[in-house]
């Protein structure tokens, strides 16, 4: 398997503040990495696709100005959360991709549950 | 993008086997089918992941018939800790960032 790191595990914060998210692949690189949300007893949802070195790819209806992704490197992706609001609150939860191909596979993070009061 | 339809819950008693069904009629010539089991407040983890037929590996089966518009993970002996919800997912080709998250199936496992 692969590790991917995501931290921090749970944020508390008040309405109008940013808050960053932190994914990281420990043990392989990864130019690829998505970032989902997740809603109580719900599916998962992309919100972008984050490729190191480029602009991230956000899925329609996901605003980039309020969720902004950095892939400043092969093993590090970060996502921002700007003037969180409490519907902003939710679980949050990166993946990254490893292998190429046939091989390649996707490796999550344990995610971030995030509550904004 | 391939769509996939698969059961919202199952139940099923410790130690009896489980077997879950996706359909994904329109899976591409490329795509593989990979299942997803997650605890609550936990990112996803592989389960496993085919392209056709039979794949086994220490932790399930997964069945692919022919013509790969369904697939069945297959849990031999569950037990309690399997209690999870199991995703299958179609296409992992990022270049087409087939990357689609279906409803999920939530098995309930009972002593």
Redesign the interface.
């Known amino acids: 398997?692969a590790v991917?790191s995501?931290h921090p595990s749970r944020v508390i914060c008040k309405s109008g503040t940013s808050v960053k998210i932190e994914c990281r692949s420990l043990d392989f690189q990864a130019t690829?990495m998505?970032w989902?949300r997740q809603f109580p007893k719900k599916?998962?949802?992309?919100m972008a696709?984050s490729n190191e070195g480029s602009k991230a790819?956000y899925e329609q209806g996901v605003e980039k100005d309020k969720f902004l992704i950095n892939h400043a490197s092969l093993t590090l992706s970060t996502l921002t959360v700007t003037s969180a609001h409490p519907e902003d609150s939710s679980?949050y939860?990166?993946?990254a991709?490893k292998g190429l191909?046939?091989n390649?596979?996707?490796?999550?993070?344990?995610?971030t549950?995030l509550s904004v009061l | 993008l391939a769509k996939t339809t698969q059961p919202i819950s199952m139940d099923s008693y410790e130690g009896q086997e489980v077997n879950i069904t996706c359909s994904h009629n329109n899976i591409a010539t490329n795509d593989?089918i990979?299942w997803?089991q997650q605890f609550p407040?936990?990112?996803?983890?592989?389960i496993i992941?085919g392209?056709k037929t039979k794949v086994t590996n220490e932790v399930a089966s997964l069945f692919i018939p022919a013509d790969r518009k369904s697939s069945t993970l297959s849990l031999p002996r569950v037990s309690l800790s399997d209690t999870a919800v199991y995703?299958c997912?179609v296409g992992?080709?990022?270049g087409r960032?087939a990357?689609?998250?279906?409803?999920?199936t939530r098995l309930q496992v009972q002593p």
């Open positions: 398997g991917v995501q690829t998505f989902y599916s998962l949802m992309l696709t790819t679980f939860i990166c993946s991709s191909g046939t390649e596979k996707l490796f999550f993070g344990s995610g549950q | 593989y990979t997803y407040s936990q990112g996803p983890r592989f992941q392209y995703y997912l992992l080709d990022t960032r990357l689609t998250f279906g409803s999920g």
